[in-house]
């Protein structure tokens, strides 16, 4: 049996417009609606917080979700890095949150603002466990405060949570003060800070109240 061009033609359409249909009521009538938020990433923030900064409703239409608004509203707030937003179908917005690593902090006035691990400034708040002070020439995004950052990030754990603060003179000279009082000078953030970060272990192991790692092949002390 021939079929005519005119009858695949009129099914076509008659597919076509069925599908239009369909999609005009999906669209405009909220079948899909937003019932979940799944957040993901927070460490520091409350899901709530991230909800509310969204601006999306409980029982939006999923399909009408402006995911680049939502981004945008959720990444104004202080702790948020970058954020992704996403439709999981039928009824979920998902939230992937990168923080901002809190590594180190300055103090003007009394209050705390807190650097990340790029060496930029984003909130004021209370210093998490690890994050140590730094003072001297520390301006954000500086590249004295990012060679900070990067010397402050490569510690171990142990190690950074024995220290109390670090000086930043120049490019050229971070030194380390311990709660317990002892100076290690640490020189320029550079390609060493690795090796440094070891001779810096070793060396809170040993008597002495001033070490210079600048050299981490060739430390010394001065009492």
């Keep these: 049996m021939r079929v005519s061009s005119k009858f695949i033609a009129g099914v076509i359409a008659a597919v076509v417009a069925v599908a239009v249909i369909i999609t005009a009521v999906v669209w405009t009538v909220p079948i899909l609606k937003v019932r979940n938020f799944q957040v993901e990433g927070l460490h520091q923030l409350d899901p709530a917080q991230v909800e509310e900064a969204s601006g999306v409703p409980e029982g939006e239409n999923l399909l009408r979700v402006n995911t680049r608004e939502a981004a945008a509203g959720v990444a104004g707030l202080d702790w948020v890095d970058s954020v992704t937003v996403s439709r999981d179908f039928p009824s979920t917005l998902t939230f992937n949150v990168s923080e901002h690593k809190a590594v180190a902090f300055v103090k003007r006035d009394n209050k705390p603002f807190l650097i990340d691990d790029k060496g930029e400034e984003f909130t004021s708040a209370e210093p998490p466990a690890g994050a140590v002070e730094v003072t001297g020439s520390v301006d954000s995004g500086s590249p004295q405060t990012q060679d900070a950052v990067r010397a402050i990030a490569v510690l171990s754990e142990d190690v950074r949570n024995q220290v ?26 550079d390609s060493n800070n690795e090796d440094k970060a070891h001779a810096f272990e070793t060396v809170l192991k040993m008597e002495g109240r001033e070490w210079n790692i600048s050299n981490p092949e060739l430390v010394t002390t001065r009492g």
């Design 164 to 189: 109390a603060k670090l000086e930043v003179a120049d490019e050229y000279s971070l030194t380390f003060t311990t709660k317990d009082g002892r100076r290690v000078f640490w020189g320029a953030g």
